[in-house]
């Protein structure tokens, strides 16, 4: 497992803290995190619907367990990406790096890494915590894709399907195309992908 | 990352033209295309071991079930 040392938003503060960045985490990673996410997950949820948050200012994630996606991390087209700060998982993310090419001119047909799931800790979203610990998880994370997009030879492509309360992240600050509502997807969502240009453009305002 | 460790591979002809064309298509290096294809293999081998099926689908969408590994 290798690691590198990124900085994030301390919402306590206002400022940026150092936190550390791995890009190869084992299943037991998503394991542990899992134990940690998952009640507050659940308990926030339930929260707000007892509150009487509308349905569509519920999170519509809340039934995610990294622990149920783990296995994937023992065969060698997964990869698990996480940032760590004051000794907890503060997001995680996992990535396909074979089986999935570009749709989007001029990159039709070359290889890209598809993120199947990505996601900031229950405490750090805005969706389930009035007061979010730690903020620009999921744009680091977004940027470790890209990065390992690069490594892989794929220069930057990338393509995800998102839940409709994160298409303006996806569409709006990582730059991504949206490529609309992908009927073959079990849940009907959105396809975006990243295009090799529009990935340099994002890390040149990364 | 891990240490990597080196190999060599002997290809036929044939075998060596469609990596070339391959890496060419695809614009990756061939070390590139060879580590993607053990990456499918293992993956759709897991997938099968695990009773799941593999298709191709024509733009008819018509299935054909096809044999692999």
């Not at chain 1, 084992?26 to 009487?52: F, H, M, Q, S």
């Not at chain 1, 389930?128 to 892989?152: C, K, N, T, Y």
């Not at chain 2, 897991?46 to 044999?67: C, I, N, S, W, Y």
Request: contains cysteine; glycine residues 6%; charged residues 25%.
């Amino acid at each position: 497992m290798s690691e590198q040392t990124i900085q994030i938003i301390d919402h306590g503060t206002g400022g940026v803290v150092d936190a550390i960045l791995h890009d190869e985490l084992d299943a037991l990673a998503l394991i542990e995190a899992e134990k940690a996410w998952g009640p507050y997950r659940i308990e926030a949820t339930r929260r707000l619907i007892k509150n009487g948050a509308p349905p569509d200012e519920q999170p519509q994630h809340w039934h995610w367990n990294w622990e149920k996606k783990s296995s994937d991390l023992n065969l060698l087209a997964y990869r698990g990406i996480g940032i760590e700060c004051e000794g907890h998982m503060q997001g995680l993310m996992l990535l396909r790096t074979a089986g999935t090419i570009a749709t989007l001119n001029p990159d039709v047909g070359k290889s890209l890494v598809y993120v199947p799931y990505i996601e900031s800790a229950p405490w750090n979203t805005k969706a389930l915590e009035p007061h979010p610990r730690f903020g620009g998880i999921g744009i680091r994370l977004f940027e470790a894709a890209v990065r390992v997009s690069m490594a892989e030879g794929y220069k930057g492509r990338l393509g995800l399907h998102s839940l409709p309360q994160a298409e303006r992240f996806y569409r709006d600050i990582c730059k991504m195309q949206d490529c609309g509502l992908d009927a073959k997807n079990p849940e009907n969502l959105r396809y975006f992908e990243l295009t090799h240009d529009a990935s340099s453009t994002f890390l040149k305002e990364a | 990352m891990a240490a990597k460790k080196t190999m060599t591979l002997n290809l036929s002809p044939a075998e060596m033209l469609a990596l070339e064309r391959l890496a060419e298509q695809k614009e990756l290096s061939k070390t590139a295309v060879l580590r993607q294809a053990l990456r499918l293999y293992q993956l759709i081998d897991a997938r099968l071991a695990d009773g799941e099926k593999l298709f191709f689908e024509d733009p008819e969408e018509k299935k054909a079930q096809v044999m692999v590994l």
